[in-house]
């Protein structure tokens, strides 16, 4: 395939903006993939699906205080006082409401690292931020050989089913995807991927919050200056933001009442990142082992690094904490890990959610590559946010360092040495998960946390032989 042209990609991306402000480096060519990685990201998809529909399962018995296994009694309350600490009573009843059981999210996002040991699953994105750019990336560089996943608007036809599916009874549904002023970054995005299901046909529109008109207990969409109702309402605003959502109140209603169908639904335990310290608590191993899929389990055992959350307790002195050790022993005190050698520091901290630092990476602090009293500030932050909001600690692995051309400023290719994080986009159609495409953030390998940010690469993926992926140097 022949290499993207620096002009045309810096033209394209003048005349198609994809997210409000932003700018990345660019990239000649597609992330490369090989076929037994391909393999790996789609069971990926199906063990992320696994793990949520087992999370509701593990939060509904826990509020309801029901044993969590067959054969044994295994009463935790904790999980859903864990789940549930700092959200509002009213958001709590609409996550446990009859209306929304069983239902997730029908986009799922996970943030993969690709290390010397495979890839490492550090969280799940059910508010994925990056589509609409993936499925103009995906169009973009699908050239004849090009190899792209999610060629041929593949990733747009996937989410189209996905939010149509939810209402099966109308053959052409209505949908609003409501951004809000918070989110405002990843607007343009939708508004190109609604504009182009709309040129096949769809009714599919991008609103404000403020935009959407209540009508009983249905919502409507003004559509050619008429209103037009809503059968799904895809959500890309965060739950922390819903103060802020002025019609907050009129799409929970409409949701209860089974007028609109809200996806990803208001559930904020699905979008907690100590969901996956969960995975590895030593109380709950049983409850996965029963409550995964044959194979799931060791497959996200390997994938997400081992989790902890922060909490601050008081313990009697013959106790201590689920917790990283130091020096070789238990800790009985999260302060203690400030005493911690560099290595045993090798630790990301981070807010699990329903605040504006949980996302983005502002929260993240990596403990080894802070000074102590730095790191021993961040741990006390923590420890006197966990009232509302809990952090939890995850073993750092290293994304492994990779090579691949990338245009400079002045357009011309050079081999940057990075590190590669990737998000697989995967559409939730009953049981299974669809790939659409994955969106590749290779940034510079001084950086050691990975997120969007303007001197990174972001490209689409494509199947390559073993020989023309890039490997370690």
Known sequence: MEPLAFPHLRDTFLRQPLFQDKTWRLSPTAWPLTPAQLIEIERIGEGCLAFLKALEILYTRSWQGKNLLRNRELIAPWVAEYLDRGKPAHLIAHQRHAAVKGKGPVVLRPDLLLTEEGFALTEIDAVPGGLGLTAFLNKLYDQPGAGVIGANDQLVEEFYAALAALAPHKPEPCIAIVVSDEAATYLPEFTWIAARLRERGHHVHVLHPTEIMPLGSTLCAPVDGNPEQIDVLYRFFELFDLENVKTANFIVTAAEAGEVVVTPPMRVFQEEKLALALLHHPQLEDFWRENL?????????????????VDPVNLPPNAVLDAPWVGGKPIHRWEQLAEASQKERNLILKAS???????????????SDVARDEWLAAIKHAMEMAPQTLHILQDYRKPMRLKHPVYNHEGQIYEMEGRLRLCPFYFVRGDHTHLGGALATFCPADKKIIHGMKDAAMLPSAIAEPAAVPVGV
């Open 353 to 367: 959610g329903f605040h504006e630092t949980a996302w983005g990476a502002r929260s993240v602090v990596l403990g």
């Open 293 to 309: 899929p044959r194979g799931t389990w060791p497959l996200l055992q390997k994938l997400v690094p081992h989790s902890w959350i």
